[in-house]
């Protein structure tokens, strides 16, 4: 099978290529525990978006959706305290448009999933986006950015694809 770019990469390849851009001369081992928590966010953010599209449908509008899943949490099946500045755009854009102090401002958005959703203690609350090695930033944030945009994109373009990044999770 010809290579068709991202289309044909399997997730895999991909985690790793991204390892690649972020880590520079850093051992890429390290950046497995950037990179998949904010994979598993994008995850969380898209199945959180279908349901709110699924209580919205009923409830007549996104912002409603949002107003009833605050109030009773139940209505889905985990809670995500990101709520975008238009109720309409996808949570993950909440994450997607940080622009200042992203690595602390990422840490504190993935502990407050955490603890809005116990089951998630541990699993996505591990990693200190604002961490420093010797006086120096682990992960800068041009490059925390420029990461959460290819996620961005990669996960657009395999949600409109035929083949859908939920099968490799």
């Known amino acids: 099978m010809a290579n068709n770019g991202n289309k044909d990469k399997s997730l895999e390849s991909w985690i790793w290529d991204a390892a690649c851009s972020i880590r520079g001369a850093k051992d890429a081992p390290k950046y497995k525990e950037f990179i998949l928590p904010l994979i598993f966010a994008k995850r969380l953010c898209d199945v959180f978006d279908d349901e709110l599209n699924r209580i ?9 959706a949002f107003k009833l899943v605050k109030a009773d949490k139940k209505l889905v099946r985990f809670f995500l305290p990101l709520k975008p500045k238009n109720p309409d755009d996808p949570v993950w854009s909440v994450i997607r448009t940080l622009s200042d102090k992203i690595g602390e401002q990422l840490t504190t958005l993935l502990r407050a999933i955490a603890d809005a959703s116990p089951l998630l203690k541990g699993i996505i609350d591990r990693v200190d986006f604002n961490a420093t090695t010797h006086g120096q930033r682990d992960l800068d944030d041009d490059r925390l950015s420029n990461f959460i945009e290819a996620i961005s994109a990669k996960f657009r373009a395999e949600r409109r694809g035929t083949r859908h990044y939920r099968a490799e999770l």
């Open 56 to 64: 919205a449908k009923k409830v007549g509008s996104r912002a409603k």
